[in-house]
């Protein structure tokens, strides 16, 4: 049976991050984020040669519209993570409701109110991933 997704904890930034694909292709991800990351230069090369210009200004400004768009994406991939605990909880508080109907009201307003806030995140983050 061959994995074809990994789940890593990330327990300083107390986050889940779903990989799609095998151990070998996460494994080489993490290398080539590696070496963009501690290379200033091979990130600079590497969007150098992807741009059809040379000019060193372009390719510098290109890696660090890349760096914000990657912080962005954990940014929202820590805030998506954050909904989608507290929707879990409202959700287990919903299944043994209180009897007070005002109550079970006010916590269905606060699940779809957290849902909506959950997808666009989502959204926000499919059109930068």
Known sequence: MLATQLWEI?????????????YSQRREERQ????RQTSPSAALQDV????STSSTRQAVEAVKV???????LQELENEIAVLERELA?????????????ARVAQLGRE?????Q???????EWETLA
Do not use: H, I
């Open 117 to 123: 806030a959950r997808d666009a995140l989502l959204t």
């Open 89 to 101: 909880a409202l959700g287990a508080r919903l299944e043994n409701p209180p009897s007070d109907p």
């Open 48 to 51: 150098a040669g992807r741009t």
């Open 111 to 115: 699940y779809a109110r957290v849902q």
């Open 32 to 35: 080539r984020l590696s070496e």
């Open 66 to 72: 890349e760096r914000q768009r990657m912080a962005r």
């Open 10 to 22: 990330d327990p300083r930034q107390t986050s889940l991050d779903v990989f799609e694909g095998t």
